[in-house]
T-cell receptor, first 117, second 112 residues
Framework: KAGVTQTPRYLIKTRGQQVTLSCSPI?????VSWYQQTPGQGLQFLFE???????NKGNFPGRFSGRQFSNSRSEMNVSTLELGDSALYLC????????????????FGPGTRLTVL | SQQGEEDPQALSIQEGENATMNCSYK?????LQWYRQNSGRGLVHLIL?????REKHSGRLRVTLDTSKKSSSLLITASRAADTASYFC????????????FGSGTQLTVLP
């Protein structure tokens, strides 16, 4: 089974621009979560999508948004980029159908490294 | 902000030795997971332990969970140079396994 894929892998933008990152979950997984990793703040939860609906949102400004499509693929968008948005953005997918061990495991993609100049 | 703290922040050992990393958290959880990350790449899931379990094994990995102390440990036995990576514990502090709260991580270096 193919793993979680994220595109692009690397991105360089300038302050004020906007960016869209894409995530394709493992086949059959319907839940997608996004995380931001920075040296200063570590790994922080951004938001989670299931069935095209945002289920949970972390403590990030409204400049960070996302969506999920009917095929479970997800995108996240950051508008008006700031220098502090430079980070590794990780996407994770999981199967969500019933409570159990397999549904509680998140599988991560390789990440998109965003550099804001 | 990080809810979990990992100890030590960095650990350097010789190949063949055992490595132990600890994780503490602050509130009740349903499960705790350990992940490995190589050089800023994606996270690889290692093991999940539920709140009603005390110990779990997977190959050379052994994880313990003490809910009374709100702490967990990850033991890697007979370490190899390929085990060099950052190790993170993650909990479902929010009540959702799809909204993980990560510890600050332990950087493990295994010297050949």
């Amino acid at each position: 089974k193919a793993g979680v894929t994220q595109t692009p892998r690397y991105l360089i933008k300038t302050r004020g621009q906007q960016v869209t990152l894409s995530c394709s979950p493992i086949s059959g997984h319907r839940s997608v979560s996004w995380y931001q990793q920075t040296p200063g703040q570590g790994l922080q939860f951004l938001f989670e999508y299931f069935s095209e609906t945002q289920r949970n949102k972390g403590n990030f400004p409204g400049r960070f948004s996302g969506r999920q499509f009917s095929n479970s693929r997800s995108e996240m968008n950051v508008s008006t980029l700031e220098l502090g948005d430079s980070a590794l953005y990780l996407c994770a997918s999981s199967f969500w159908g019933y409570r159990g061990m397999d549904t509680d495991t998140q599988y991560f993609g390789p990440g998109t490294r965003l550099t804001v100049l | 902000s990080q809810q979990g703290e990992e100890d030590p922040q960095a650990l350097s050992i010789q190949e063949g030795e055992n490595a132990t990393m600890n994780c503490s958290y602050k509130t009740s959880i349903n499960n705790l997971q350990w992940y490995r990350q190589n050089s800023g790449r994606g996270l690889v899931h290692l093991i999940l332990i539920r709140s009603n379990e005390r110990e779990k094994h997977s190959g050379r990995l052994r994880v313990t969970l003490d809910t009374s102390k709100k702490s967990s440990s990850l033991l890697i036995t007979a370490s190899r140079a390929a085990d060099t990576a950052s190790y993170f514990c993650a909990t479902d502090l929010s009540g959702s396994a799809r909204q993980l709260t990560f510890g600050s991580g332990t950087q493990l270096t295994v010297l050949p």
